[in-house]
């Protein structure tokens, strides 16, 4: 196996990404995250601060939006991850939150937008009218260096309306 | 979107794309987790690289024995200074952006000495980021601990420990035979100081610091390096100018130009900061050690630790002025925290002090230090907001003084077309005062203020960048387009290009798919950085577009069998002159790309310049805030942002460079600070600790595009991204100094800062 082996302890870990099985076999102290990367080659998930601050690494685990970067592999046994790529229809077509940020202009480098979107997917599942304090509240725990937020709360405010037609 | 426009004073065009809202380029790739950051790329036997870093601010290197760290198993590769090749000082005279490759080699790998905490010793490839991180420990490093100095101007002091013993302050007068930490001073003056400030009836004289602040983009460093034997190198980073990257690389590692060839990933944020090289010298000479590829991604702890912030300061100023608001003097100075290396932005403090305004009797100098902090890089406006920070302070105080309504002192001085700056730039058409006016008019400026509450007002000046830029625009034979540059797209740039490059060619930006070319596949492109690429790459742009234009036309001419000047280029298609009218029918731009690969072959256009014609751009700034006198807190509650950009070729992004700015400037002004502990070691190396705004910290940030067209440039564009950031520190301060009725001078204004100005008991955990 690999040479990291005499370092640390390998477990197989079985869970869902995306609707889909996977096996992985993990180090311990591997993280979510760098599972999601580096394993799973699902480079979406981004990593910009490693200690839970920037919130770009954020995906649903069982619905609940989670640091994947202060999330163990070993710790989402048996769970349901969903990330950014898991987003979209498999047909294409674009989730609602992900048409309002790219038609509000609700990024510009856009690396902190997957995990926003994670962010935002679960807290639009339980407000789904939300105000733009309770949005920018909602978002507090992202960093976004690139915008000044606002293009972000009102795409945030855009999808919300959208997903409350087709309820 | 478009009511939230509606107090733009923009100008009214005919122009299809240019202008206009258009779906962005780049928005599906980043928002379906597609687009290729600078760590995303995996290669076949990657390596996984990590950086020794120095616990010590100032300290000699005794040893370096990488013995065990070598002899781990999964380990391919070390390096220290030794692969790092060294490179003689630069020599006087130094151009305005000094590259010294004596220092580059230095920073990149620390030499003879340690100079700041986080000043890279060493670094290691291995099969796993988990094995190169055990290795980096097993690498033993003796040093000799040396006195450091934190602050700019203790630094120029006769007693201050020496970074450089090599360096001897540049022009200094009297000449000194010792070395010091000032690398140099740049002045300038004109008129008669003595004189200006006789006539003045008020002179205000003020103090202020700043504390270095980080660029705070969210993508750490990263990058990947594939060296072959025969010599070439591929590199895959992060970075706002490949080019430039290339060169500093060839140069500083004895490559040939034309075998390094290296691509622009997809970049998560610069502002400034990654105009230069870290890892990336590093990941090449371990690729070319191991015969490996080799990934170098920097922790956030290293990116604030080793990569450059902008520049802490001192500064004082002292301004007169006549009861009639005629400003009569100005005299400035500064002292900006080089860091570890020389290379401070001191002449576009120069600049920026007093260019806003028309005043006879001027003098600015800038000192540039070291002292032992990573080296500064320049951060939107280099130089710019705190030397903009302290003559807004003196005017709006100034302002109260002689009871004169603040815009209205800045209109009687402002500076307009014909008149010169400090550094000798003769303004062309500028908008300053149109950018005063829209402000003054704004109901922001007279809105009512609640208890607690302060209004601040400043504006800024940038002199944007131009230079070199190249482009390519390629028609494919279905009719669709390529537009390449070699500038990475950090604010827009791709939505901008295409919507030039179709409003030259008549043709939907849909048709166009823009691309950043690497550094094998175009002439050489400067950085995008100093707002100068939608100035200048969209000048490329359109002179590339304009030549696919001309071999259209000749190919519809020889394919007509008339001459290429009756044949004229309108809304995407090649038209006869009249005089064919009904004789010959007009073709398509796709109907010729269908038949130029059957004729003369492809078509494409090209364009490789030097820009110039830029010009001044301004951009003011009202910002409210309400100061909590329990704890001190400053809430921004208001933000209006009027800036002159020229034209807006694509709005959304504008408004978005205009908002982004804006809050940095509120993280820098409230927030944003590197802290230190005694032994010079940065403590807050993580986003928990240094703390940038997050959403709920600001408040919606209103935008108003003045544009008054540049005359140089074909669309009329300045540039846009610079400018909010050089008033945004300088207005939210001026807002906390009217909420709180008394002058603050030492950035950031944190709440036990507040609490002390207002006279308040600081509670102990706030200290």
């Not at chain 1, 480098?109 to 304090?133: A, H, I, K, R, V």
């Not at chain 1, 260096?145 to 409350?164: D, K, M």
């Not at chain 2, 490329?540 to 190919?555: E, G, K, Q, S």
Request: with cysteine.
């Amino acid at each position: 196996m690999t040479d990291t082996e005499q370092i640390s302890t390998i477990s197989r870990v079985s869970l869902e990404v995306n609707g889909v099985s996977r096996e992985v076999e993990v180090e311990h102290r591997l993280t979510l995250a760098d599972c999601l990367r580096h394993k799973l080659n699902l480079t979406g998930t981004h990593i910009g601060c490693e200690h839970g601050a920037c919130g770009s690494c954020t995906v649903l685990v069982d619905k609940r939006a989670r640091r994947s970067c202060l999330t163990l592999a070993v710790q989402v046994e048996g769970a349901s991850i969903l990330t950014v790529e898991g987003l979209a229809e498999p047909n294409g077509d674009l989730h609602p939150l992900q048409t309002a940020f790219h038609n509000n202009h609700g990024l510009q480098c856009g690396f902190c937008t997957p995990g926003l979107l994670m962010t935002l997917m679960e807290f639009l599942s339980e407000n789904q009218d939300p105000t733009e304090d309770e949005v920018r509240e909602a978002i507090s725990g992202n960093l976004c260096r690139c915008t000044g937020y606002q293009s972000i709360v009102g795409s945030a405010i855009q999808a919300a309306s959208i997903l409350r037609q087709s309820r | 979107m478009n009511e939230k426009r509606k107090n733009s004073t923009r100008s009214g065009s005919n122009f299809k794309w240019v202008g206009e809202v258009t779906p962005r380029p780049d928005g599906v790739d980043k928002v379906t987790g597609r687009a290729r950051y600078g760590d995303d790329l995996k290669l076949p036997g990657m390596l996984h690289a990590r950086v020794l870093r120095s616990p010590h601010a100032h300290a000699k290197i005794v040893s370096i024995d990488t013995s065990k760290a070598s002899a781990l198993e999964g380990v391919k590769g070390v390096v220290t200074y030794r692969d790092i090749p060294d490179h003689p000082l630069a020599t006087p005279p130094y151009p305005p952006i000094i590259q010294d490759f004596h220092d580059l080699s230095r920073n990149v790998m620390a030499r003879d000495k340690v100079l700041y905490d986080g000043h890279a010793v060493a670094a290691v490839a291995a099969t796993s980021e988990a094995v190169a991180r055990e290795a980096i420990k097993l690498i033993q490093v003796k040093y000799e601990t040396l006195p450091h100095v934190l602050d700019p101007f203790e630094a120029t002091l006769s007693d201050a420990p020496i970074l450089h013993e090599y360096q001897f302050t540049e022009g200094a007068d009297p000449d000194t035979s010792k070395p010091s930490n000032t690398f140099r001073t740049l002045s300038g003056e004109r008129g008669n100081l003595v004189q200006g400030f006789s006539e003045a009836d008020v002179i205000i004289e003020r103090e202020f610091s700043s504390q270095p602040v980080h660029q705070g983009f969210i993508e750490p460093m990263a990058c990947v390096a594939s060296a072959s034997e025969d010599g070439s190198v591929e590199l895959w980073t992060s970075t706002q100018g490949h080019f430039v990257a290339r060169g500093l690389l060839s140069k500083l590692l004895n490559l040939e130009i034309s075998k390094l060839r290296v691509t622009a990933s997809e970049i998560g944020g610069g502002f400034g900061a990654k105009t230069t090289i870290y890892g990336e010298p590093v990941a090449i000479r371990l690729s070319q050690k191991t015969g490996r590829p080799v990934r170098m991604t920097f922790t956030r702890s290293e990116v604030f630790r080793a990569t450059g912030p902008a520049a802490g300061s001192r500064c004082r100023i002292k301004v007169g002025i006549k009861s009639d608001g005629t400003i009569t003097a100005g005299d400035a100075e500064i002292w900006y925290q080089a860091g570890a290396f020389k290379g401070a932005p001191v002449g576009r403090a120069l600049d920026t002090f007093f260019s806003p305004y028309n005043i006879k009797h001027i003098r600015a100098a800038a000192h540039d230090v070291c002292v032992n902090r990573p080296k500064v890089a320049a951060y939107r406006a280099p130089g710019a907001p705190m030397a903009t920070w302290a003559m807004e302070a003196v005017l709006n105080e100034a302002a109260d003084v002689i009871g004169i309504d603040p815009i209205d002192l800045r209109l009687r001085n402002a500076v307009k077309e014909g008149d010169t700056s400090l550094k000798g730039t003769k303004h062309g058409r500028i908008g300053l005062i149109e950018v005063l006016e829209a402000t003054k008019n704004h109901a922001h400026y007279t809105a009512p203020l609640g208890r607690n509450e302060g209004r601040g007002f400043a504006v800024g000046y940038w002199l944007h960048g131009g230079g070199l830029s190249s482009a390519s625009v390629i028609l494919q034979d279905d009719g669709t387009v390529n537009v390449a540059t070699g500038s990475p797209d950090i604010g827009g740039s791709r939505s901008s290009m295409r919507a030039m490059a179709a409003e030259e060619l008549g043709i939907d930006v849909k048709l166009i798919k823009p691309i950043i070319a690497d550094t094998g596949s175009l002439p050489y492109s400067y950085q995008t950085a100093g707002s100068r690429t939608t100035y200048a790459t969209g000048m490329a742009v359109v002179n590339a577009a304009r030549d696919v234009i001309d071999r259209l036309r000749a190919l519809a001419a020889t394919k007509w069998d008339i001459g290429v000047k009756d044949v004229r280029w309108d809304d995407g298609h090649a038209i006869p002159a009249d005089k064919y009218e009904g004789e010959i029918s007009p073709l398509s731009l796709k109907e010729l790309a269908e038949v130029a690969m059957k004729m003369g072959g492809a078509i494409a256009g090209h364009s490789e310049i030097n820009a110039s014609g830029q010009g001044a751009a301004f951009c003011a700034q009202l910002v409210d805030v309400c100061v909590d006198p329990e704890t001190g807190r400053v809430t921004p509650i208001r933000h209006t942002v009027i800036e002159d950009v020229g034209r807006a070729i694509s709005p959304d992004y504008v408004e978005g460079q205009m908002q982004g700015g804006a809050v940095q400037g509120i993280g820098w002004a409230l927030n944003e600070e590197y802290i230190y502990n005694e032994n010079a070691q940065l403590q807050n190396t993580g986003f928990l600790d240094y703390r940038m705004p997050v959403a709920s910290d600001v408040p919606m940030i209103d935008t108003v595009i003045v544009e008054v067209p540049n005359p140089n440039h074909p669309y009329g564009v300045r540039g846009v991204g610079e400018p909010p950031l050089v008033s945004a520190p300088a207005a939210v301060a001026n807002a906390v100094e009217n909420a709180i009725g008394t002058t603050m001078s030492h950035l950031p204004l944190t709440p036990p800062k507040i609490l002390r100005a207002i006279g308040e008991t600081i509670p102990e955990a706030a200290e």
